[in-house]
């Protein structure tokens, strides 16, 4: 037994123990809950380079799994704000909810489903694999937004669709030139070819659009707006995750050796506009969740803005583990957030921020939910937004880089007024409003994810250290024993 | 196949698509764009690709064939006009420039690919370890079963996904019935069902078993099963289940669970998804039928859609 496999069949295994329980189905993350954060937890402290082949099949045509940095980071994360979304969906999504029975049977399967899904992207090493894991997680999503807006949800569905099978193609274009799917073989195989370049392009596109960087950023604000609050923090802090982890397979591993630099530069320019475009709407925004969704917008931008600083650094494992811990505190913040915000505008029964008076009397804790995840997300220190930033801040003046060293500042300054205005409001108004009051298990969720977003701060050492662990190649540096076998 | 053949199939299959895309007529367009598919599934067979060649014909021209038949007369049902308005020739025209330019590239790029599978004899090499011939069976069952694993959940996954769309007050009735509502085309899809159904079961439990060593398998043997399954209760011949009834839920999550589970098994006594020695057959086969099974019920109800109040379909 593995981790390795075990975090992707635990799962699998609730998901059908959800089919079936039918409406009781929302128990099972008491069981659910410990069992992964545990699985997580053994994966974090196995031994460097373990790796194993899905039932000892070889490469070429075998799938890899492995515990690498990304992985030992990301998927501990993920776990962290599924256990928290799922105990703050158990009333929302239960037999009792009054007109919602349905969500009450498929939204639990719908979870697993992506809790298996994103673990399993986080550990293969396999880009047709790769393929499949999105595939189980775009599912899942889309059933999610259409919970809110079947409009919404009907615009994502085909834009994942349309993503799904750009990087289906270019997977089909690898497959039959290199005999082999792996990325940790692509590395040593792949030449700058006309059939190379074109599935490097096709997959790239396929998973900007579902990773959402702008200008391909249309689908997002409305499908993660309209959703329920479970659903849009899942959707925005794991499932556009997954394209993300992709797109670091590919550029710094498989084809490494290809990418040009102007590419690189491209993509870091994308991430740029991201940041001072989805930072400009996020502050024009007048409804709470429109705004929380575009400052994703805003915060996936720094993800991309750090692909050139990753390729050109003397010390490429700085500016790595500072796009890792930002994925990682971005998540648990967003989370954090889409929780915190979902409390708040049912306990005014609206949706704009000027609903939002008086609120930080009403309901403290859930207000410093909130402003906890901005501290993050604003990239304010203590917290592990902040180290993601200092990091690329330092990269990018290590560097002698101006513009990425700019974006980022502008970028931390825009972030503090788009996300002060709602807490502003908060804090403002003399009388507090009449609210109901929550059960303690949805109110301390959002706080539990803002908490470990600052806490991620104080732990910047061991981050860096955790992200090095089997890092590509062209991140760790030339001498790297080959992964796997 | 000879090469007028193959030239005669290529010219046919652009003909239907470009009817299908051209002609102002839903209903023709779905007829065509039925053609299409089972050309297109020819068109595998003369590659040799039977495998795809039957997936093609029965989902992409058969299944997805019901689909838009049924999106239509609902549509109609709703009194929507089902029309789509002229589009603006610039828009025609950079359309078609752009799909020109990429369909370039892209038969550029795939025409330097030098030919040869050199995957193929790694594949030859280790199907004796599975004791089966069938190297199409060995890639999706051994070699790469943790994608299929992971594909049957993506499958189970899809008809909840469409379950979620249910209006509150639907949930959990039968979806929409399938049933015709002409009497006299009732009564004759009724007798072609009663006779259909058992005939289809056979079919899918021998192209099920047949898969080992020749083309078919779980997903051919599951499609031939929904096939039957949605002609009866076109007929009317079978009703069809709630989406909360404890037996159904069995039924969908039965192929899936025990793919996990000797999955699992394989990790308990040494690897993830890795069969004991002389255990492959029988595991792979007994894998087979029950996800067969699973998929055939998942796959007509994914085409049934979302559980829906009686009254409200067409």
Known sequence: MSPLDLLVAAPLAFMVAALVAGQGGRWLILAAGPVMLALSAWLVVLPPGVAHLVGDWDLPLGILLRADGVARLLVPATSACFVAVALYAWHEFSPKAGAETARAHTFWPMLYLMWGGSNAGYLTTDLFNLYVTIEMVSLAAVAMAAMGSLAAGLQYFLIALVGSLAYLLGVALLASHYDTVDATLLAVRARPDLPTLMAITVMTAGLLVKTALFPLHGWLPPAHAAAPAPASALLSAVVIKLGFVILLRLWFEAFAEIIRPAAMDLLGGMGALAILYGSVQAIRQERLKLLVAYSTVAQLGYLFLAFP?????????????????????????????FLAAGLMLKAVAGDRISDLAGLARAMPLSVTAFALAAISLAGLPPSGGFTAKFLLLHAAIEQGRVVPAAVLVIGGLLGAVYLFRPLSVAFSGSAAPAVRAEAPLRVAAPLALASLAIALGFAGMTLIELSSVAAPPAVAGPVQAEPGR | ???????????????????????????????????????????????????????????????????????????????????????????????????????????????????????????????????????????????????????????????????????????????????????????????????????????????????????????????????????AAMGGAIGLPRSDDPRLRWALVAGPLVFLAIGLAGAATGRFLAYPDGTAKALIVTIEYVLAFSIGVTLALLVAGPPARAGTGP
């Open chain 2, 1 to 231: 196949m000879t090469a007028t053949f193959e030239l005669i199939l290529c010219v046919m299959i652009l003909g239907t698509a470009c009817v299908a895309l051209f002609v102002r007529d839903f209903l023709t367009a779905i007829a065509f764009f039925v053609v299409f598919g089972n050309l297109l599934g020819l068109a595998w067979l003369a590659m040799g690709a039977v495998n795809v060649a039957l997936a093609e014909i029965a989902i992409g021209a058969g299944v997805t064939g019901v689909l838009l038949v049924l999106t239509r007369s609902r549509l109609l049902a709703l009194g929507e006009e089902i029309a789509c308005g002229p589009a603006r020739p610039w828009l025609r025209l950079g359309a078609a420039a752009a799909c020109s330019a990429f369909t370039t590239l892209l038969a550029a790029a795939v025409l330097s690919i030098a030919p040869g599978d050199d995957l193929a004899p790694v594949v030859d090499g280790l199907m004796p370890r599975i004791g089966l011939d069938n190297p199409v069976t060995g890639v999706l069952m051994a070699f790469r079963a943790y994608d299929t694993l992971l594909e049957s959940f993506v499958l189970l996954g899809a008809l909840v996904a469409v379950w979620s769309l249910a209006p509150p007050a639907a949930w959990p009735q039968p979806p929409v019935a399938l049933r015709m509502a002409d009497p006299a085309a009732l009564n004759v899809a009724g007798s072609f069902g009663r006779l259909l159904l058992p005939v289809a079961l056979v079919m899918a439990a021998y192209l099920v078993w047949v898969g080992s060593d020749r083309p078919g398998g779980a997903f051919q043997g599951g499609t031939v099963l929904a096939g039957g399954f949605l002609l």
């Open chain 1, 309 to 337: 600083l990753i390729a050109n650094a003397q010390n490429p494992a700085e500016p790595w583990a500072a796009v890792l811990v930002h994925a990682v505190s971005h998540m648990l913040a967003k989370a954090a957030m």
